[in-house]
């Protein structure tokens, strides 16, 4: 299996690294953009993927109920710009450890704003990422923590539920068809629901990784990110990959699959 460490993480991987699942299974810690590469070259059986890599990569199912994702304001995915109105924006650099964010974006300045600026892909480095283009887009812990001064942030969960009224999904757990038997003891919801009962714990952790308050750490993890998907998240799911297919970002638009997760571990 592979997920980052970013903090928006951490309640779905804690259970594998320091609780009950702990030794079940070989954690890989990798960007989302890797976590997806070691998926399309077999590398790995289960791991966190961006969601939009469903899409692009054959013969996979997700896990359900599962993800990483946001009902409203996100913070640690999130465009940065020294311009107040994204039509003056012709230039953006793309977080290069970043898919469906990416995709996000695209799809609100093509679908949303109707304008197609360059796409530039850089290193998460904001003030080299602005020196060369008009606006960057940040994701995971990096996303929380740059200096801000005279700088103009757009959340991107936010900007699709004002232009969708939907929630937004970030990544979920991906598993190969083919390989479904070799992980199916894990228990993804148990893991996530086991990592959210020790948020306090894993707070104290990040905080010597991470410039932020206890307060701030909790509050993103309790607050700012959702780890259930509801009826609203789903539909906000579809939705995403129906314009990512309408705007030509992906080549076809596969239904819903999801594992059996009963099966799995009974």
């Known amino acids: 299996m592979a997920a980052s460490h970013y903090l928006n993480s951490a309640p779905l991987i804690w259970s594998f690294i320091s609780g009950s699942q702990n030794n079940t299974v070989q954690l890989i810690d990798a960007v989302p953009a890797a976590c997806s590469e070691m998926l399309s ?93 008009d606006a960057a887009l940040i994701i995971g812990d990096p996303a929380m923590t740059f200096l801000q001064d005279d700088l103009h942030i757009f959340d991107m969960a936010n900007l699709w539920r004002e232009h969708t009224g939907k929630g937004f999904v970030f990544a979920m757990w991906a598993v190969r068809e083919d390989s479904i038997h070799l992980i199916n003891h894990v228990d993804f919801a148990e893991a996530r629901d086991e990592g959210l009962r020790h948020v306090d714990e894993i707070v104290v952790h990040y905080e010597k990784q991470i410039p932020l308050s206890r307060h701030e750490l909790r509050a993103y993890l309790t607050e700012k990110i959702t780890y259930h998907i509801d009826e609203g998240m789903e539909q906000g799911l579809n939705l995403y990959f129906d314009l990512a297919f309408k705007n030509g970002l992906i080549d076809e638009r596969k239904p819903l699959r999801f594992v059996n997760t009963s099966a799995m571990i009974d």
């Open 41 to 133: 070259r077999k590398e790995v059986e289960g791991p966190l993927v961006p969601v939009i890599e469903y899409q692009r990569i054959p013969d996979i199912l997700l896990v359900p109920d599962v993800c990483v994702g946001s009902r409203g304001n996100v913070r640690s995915v999130v465009l940065v710009t020294r311009k107040n109105d994204l039509r003056h924006i012709r230039s953006v650099a793309l977080d290069e450890s970043s898919r469906t964010s990416v995709t996000l974006l695209k799809i609100i300045f093509r679908e949303f704003l109707g304008i197609d600026p360059e796409w530039n892909e850089f290193k998460p480095d904001v003030h080299r990422m602005l020196s060369e283009n």
